[in-house]
């Protein structure tokens, strides 16, 4: 069972970037499609991006294309979320998930992760 642990959120003024990590331990990390996730108060908990296993395709929401970047370092059994242009609706509760899957599939609902870490808080000023 892996263990997800998120870092990096904060508060920034618009059009700033912040980058998350998410570190996993205790699972084969590479086995393990990944995806961020977050959650304004009020609101439901979203799809923002996805990665499958190896890091070869990726999803991003409409609301965050061109702006996000997911990548993982299966080494050091982290994903990272790059956060550019940022805009005050993007604050919210930042979540990485994961779902053991080594297939081209991507998950973009989050009835479809297993495992999920504790959220960093994103604030965008503006």
């Known amino acids: 069972q892996v263990q997800l642990v998120e870092s990096g959120g904060g508060l920034v003024q618009a059009g700033g970037s912040l980058r998350l990590s998410c570190a996993a331990s205790?699972?084969?990390?590479?086995?393990?499609?990944m995806g961020w996730f977050r959650q304004a108060p009020g609101k439901e908990r979203d799809v923002v991006a996805a990665?499958?296993?190896?890091?070869?395709?990726?999803y991003y929401a409409d609301s965050v294309k061109g702006r996000f970047t997911i990548s993982r370092d299966n080494a050091k059994n982290t994903v990272y979320l790059q956060m550019n242009i940022l805009k005050p609706e993007d604050t919210a509760v930042y979540y990485c998930?994961?779902?053991?899957?080594?297939?081209?599939?991507?998950?973009?609902?989050?009835?479809?992760?297993?495992?999920w870490g504790q959220g960093t808080q994103v604030t965008v000023s503006s």
């Open positions: 205790g699972g084969m990390f590479r086995s393990y499609a």
């Open positions: 998930a994961a779902e053991l899957g080594r297939s081209p599939r991507l998950f973009r609902s989050a009835g479809e992760y297993d495992y």
């Open positions: 990665i499958t296993w190896s890091g070869g395709s990726t």
